[in-house]
Nanobody, 128 residues
Framework: EVQLQASGGGLVQTGGSLRLSCTAS????????IGWFRQIPGKVRDGVAC????????YYDDSVKGRFTISIDRAKNTVYLQMNNLKPEDTAVHFC?????????????????????WGQGTLVTVSS
């Protein structure tokens, strides 16, 4: 069964850090793009960052540039989102997603519909 397992959310204070993990089972990230998205109840799902396993191209939303880093551990088939200097506006349920496409395309950052496989969300709460 193809699955993504997201974890690592929690409650932190402003300025704190968290690392989210997204582990694939039933398939490899070879030839895939992996994205992190976040969603507040009643709002659309927004792109945070994405990475291509082959070549390592990354894209970030402007709101997280310089604070978040997306990376991949090929041996563990896991993608990480290191989140530093967290702000209250980062509070949201964070989701990871994967799609088979080895060609970098920034549209993956803004089109959740491009992704077929999704993990369950993990809640990040940043207190002020």
């Amino acid at each position: 069964e193809v699955q993504l397992q997201a974890s690592g959310g929690g409650l932190v204070q402003t300025g704190g850090s968290l690392r989210l993990s997204c582990t694939a089972s039933g398939f490899s990230f070879d030839g895939h793009v992996i994205g992190w998205f976040r969603q507040i109840p009643g709002k659309v799902r927004d792109g945070v960052a994405c990475i291509w396993k082959d070549g390592g191209t990354t894209y970030y939303d402007d709101s997280v540039k310089g604070r978040f880093t997306i990376s991949i551990d090929r041996a563990k088939n896991t993608v990480y989102l290191q989140m530093n200097n967290l702000k209250p506006e980062d509070t949201a349920v964070h989701f990871c997603a994967a799609e088979r496409d080895s060609n970098p395309n920034i549209m993956y950052l803004v089109r959740p519909s491009y992704f077929e496989t999704w993990g369950q969300g993990t809640l990040v709460t940043v207190s002020s």
